[in-house]
C-alpha cells in the first residue's frame, strides 16, 4: 500500500505545483493573511473530491463529454480574462496599494473567486480526474484507495504549504512596488492561460 500512496502523492504533488490561477490566488491571499485556512480548505478538498473521482472511474466519462470540456473552457476563459484585468488594474492604480498591504476581498467573494479557479479551468478534469484517474487503475482494492488517499494528501500539503508559508515573504511585500510586481505577474499568468484556453477550444473545433 505504501508504494501505491506514494506514487499517488508524486504524481498529485506533480500536477498542482506548477505556478497556475489557482496557486497565483492562494499566493496573493496568503500575502494578505484573507481568508487563508478557509481558502486552502476548499482548494484542498476541492482537488480531493476530484481525485476521488477520477479513482472510482469518472474520468472515462469525462473523457468522452466534449461538450462539458467546452463550457468549461469558456467560462474558464471569460473568468480569467476578467481576473487578468482586475490584477492589471490593481497594479495600475496607486490608491489600491497606499497602505502597503491590499485590503483583502470578503469572505463570500473570496469562496466564490476560489471555486471558479477550481471548476472553471479544464486542466483540473483533465489532470485530476482523467490522468489520475486512469493511472489508478494499475492498482487494486486497498493499494488503489492509497493511491487516491497519497494524492489527495499532496493536495492538503501544497496548498496549505503555499497558503501559510507565503506569510514568510511578508517583509518583502512591505513596499507598495513588490504588490505592484506581484499583480503584474498575476495578470500575466491569468491572460497567458485565458490565451490558452481559448487557443486549445478554437483548435478543437
Not at 481525485?51 to 476563459?77: D, E, H, Q, W, Y
Request: net charge positive; hydrophobic share 60%; with cysteine.
Amino acid at each position: 500500500m505504501f508504494p501505491a500512496a506514494l506514487s499517488g502523492f508524486a504524481l498529485g504533488g506533480s500536477l498542482i505545483i506548477a505556478i497556475g490561477a489557482q496557486n497565483a490566488f492562494i499566493l496573493r491571499q496568503g500575502l494578505i493573511r484573507s481568508h487563508v485556512f478557509v481558502l486552502c480548505l476548499i482548494c484542498a478538498a476541492s482537488d480531493a473530491l476530484l481525485i476521488a473521482a477520477g479513482v472510482a472511474g469518472l474520468g472515462t466519462l469525462v473523457s468522452k463529454s466534449p461538450m462539458l470540456i467546452a463550457v468549461v473552457t469558456i467560462g474558464g476563459f471569460l473568468f480569467l480574462a476578467t481576473y487578468s484585468f482586475m490584477a492589471f488594474k490593481r497594479a495600475w492604480a496607486p490608491s489600491a496599494m497606499a497602505a502597503g498591504t491590499p485590503q483583502g476581498m470578503p469572505l463570500k467573494a473570496a469562496i466564490m473567486a476560489c471555486l471558479a479557479f477550481t471548476f472553471l479551468n479544464p486542466h483540473v478534469y483533465l489532470d485530476t480526474v482523467v490522468l489520475l484517474g486512469s493511472l489508478s487503475a494499475k492498482h487494486e482494492g486497498t493499494a488503489r484507495l492509497a493511491y487516491g488517499i497519497g494524492a489527495a494528501v499532496a493536495s492538503f500539503t501544497w496548498f496549505f504549504g503555499l497558503g501559510y508559508g507565503a506569510r514568510f515573504l511578508a517583509p518583502l511585500f512591505a513596499r507598495p512596488s513588490a504588490w505592484r510586481v506581484l499583480d503584474v505577474l498575476i495578470g500575466l499568468v491569468m491572460a497567458l492561460l485565458a490565451i490558452g484556453l481559448l487557443v486549445s477550444f478554437v483548435a478543437g473545433e
